[in-house]
């Protein structure tokens, strides 16, 4: 039987290779040397789980065990040196699916973990999943002087939120499936990803007024 | 007798209120939909307060009363839907009004907490009244690519800041009128602010040095 | 005999100093007036420090000893004022080499701290110190909307991370003899920093793929 403590460590360690190649990928067509990549890598990998550790008064994840740590520059290091070898074509389709698989693992370990302390239940650990998720993105995307995913066009808190919002009622509902919560969520998360970047999905008309 | 903790509830619930509805205004202009604007609403609304809980070193406000969570999104999307029913012509001006008592009343909360916790006396509770107050705006600003208000010409942070020291004078001199020294500090920030925005009182010659 | 307490209190007093006169130089050709100065170089100084404090999850230093805000206010009213007496040719020059003191002894600072603690030995105290030398000048530069050093063409970030580096070996090999490692750890950085500046030493070529 697959435990949910075995999923939460497989998920961390994917999302974090993900998030640090997602780095890589969003500093494409910038100057930028290894040591800043592996910088932005970091705070991409770490950054979102180091909010929520900080909001939670927890140790943070990465000072308890920095395995974390390697696994972000390891694969960071790894993006940069083979990334010459991708095909151009498909950088920014790859780059979506990296980060889409990232937040959505994200989303669902922070859900899990703020659950489990009892924050501000039942919206806090909803906040602190989408923090997770989508904090160490946006800290990056400021660094890099960049529109942050938050204002993009495309749907991408709200499938996060929607997500963790999955997750977050089995927990309150039925906590003898939360590894089924957990996997449902994730695959909610993937499933509005891809709708939002290949058949454009989007916002309703009526969340979409443009503010003048 | 109304007391001071009545006027802490009050407070935080209008200033929460206000800041929700200055996100819905600080985005006019932008493309953004329903669920960016609840998120920034959100920053704005309980920013501020959050990096001042974390600097105490004391539970998060919203995880303990999740209901400034609900306030700020609740206000945010009737600020959305009824946006359009606004006269176009006042939206700066109201912008600048709501804002204007919201950083009056987070700013005197904010000293309020700190005093109460002997963070750095006497000069940790203004620093922290400032942050409660212009934290929320200012992460904001940053996630919308937009200038501080921290930068601009107008005054804002002076008034802020005279607002909480005055406070925290009442509250190292004379502790028994402290609801009096609040609603005096509060008083002073609208004062200070309604002379920037309509008589463009500004720092003064000695303090514009510009650096070339 | 020069006690390590001695030294930590010393670079922590020249550090703030040298830091908050950095904010000062890093406003130079903008419309700000002394009381946004005094906000930007407040940051500057003790914003790293606060972040490395938030993650130890120890009291923030500047609210156990208020006299670091008063030093940098005071160091900063004081490169404010005397502004305009500076020799314009030389002041980025200037600029660079007080940023390149505080950096070194911010760093050598945070990772002694974070060392003492115990936090994520051996990686946790070079990324702290990192954090601690880097991290206030990086929030002032997102509040200036200046592009980061971080993301600079000259080295930055590599010297701080040697730095703190030889210093944490030190911390874990030869303990006895800390404040040695803590000197030279502070020259290695000064040194770095000259030859990047003067000398325009780079990152080596197989650092620096372009990613496009």
Known sequence: MISMAFLFDLFSVLGTVAFAL??????RGRQVDLFTILVLATVTAVGGGTIRDTLLDVPIFWAEDTSYLWIAGVSAMLGFFFYTLLDRRYLNMLY???DSVAIALFGVLGTTKAWELGFGLPLGPVILGVITATGGGVVRDVLL?????LLGKELYIVPVALGCTLHAGFLALAPQHAELG????????LVLRYGTLRRHWSVP???Q????
């Open 22 to 27: 997602s780095a890589v990928l969003a500093a």
């Open 96 to 98: 979506q699916a990296v």
């Open 145 to 149: 002087q960049r529109p942050s995913m």
């Open 182 to 189: 957990a996997l449902l969520a994730i695959a909610l998360v």
């Open 205 to 207: 008309q009526w969340g």
């Open 209 to 212: 007024l443009k503010l003048k």
